[in-house]
């Protein structure tokens, strides 16, 4: 399986082509730790901090029997829901028909999210965590080595 990651990674600036009153200006930047990624804005003078940690991934030629299995879709989110470290408040998934699943788990400190379509081997995948205790690149992790 390849991944392709749109998350917020530590770097250079990232232009948004946003403008906000005279303009902002985002960096993504790594926090005192080194470990997280935090998104900071400069709004005229005023520093905002991001309260969340979001990946956007989608996932290419995976096993199309898999992506079907709405059991195995369920087992893998709410795994990697726990490897996140957050604390898990519901979840539900949809199989649909003829194929495809998606599904939710929501988490005292955001969700995480898939969509499949096993006739394109493709999966996306959507991990947003709010908080220092947990780890949205944790799930991703488990997800790519999944």
């Known amino acids: 399986m390849r991944a392709v990651f749109h998350g917020t990674e530590g770097g250079p600036p990232i232009p948004t082509g946003c403008t906000a009153g005279g303009g902002a200006r985002e960096l993504l930047q790594r926090d005192g730790g080194g470990r997280r990624p935090t998104r900071s804005t400069d709004l005229g003078g ?8 979001q990946i956007v991934a989608e996932f290419y030629a995976c096993d199309p029997a898999l992506l079907a299995d709405v059991g195995f879709i369920t087992a893998a ?3 990697a829901a726990r490897r996140t470290g957050a604390t898990i408040v519901t979840q539900t998934f949809h199989h649909f028909s003829p194929h495809g699943v998606s599904g ?16 394109y081997g493709y999966a996306a995948v959507d991990l947003f965590t709010c908080g220092d205790t947990v780890s949205s690149e944790a799930g991703f992790n488990y997800w790519s080595g999944h």
């Open 77 to 79: 989110m709410l795994e």
């Open 46 to 53: 005023l520093p905002l901090r991001s309260l969340g940690h």
């Open 104 to 119: 939710a788990v929501i988490i005292a400190e955001s969700h995480l999210a898939i969509h499949t379509w096993p006739e």
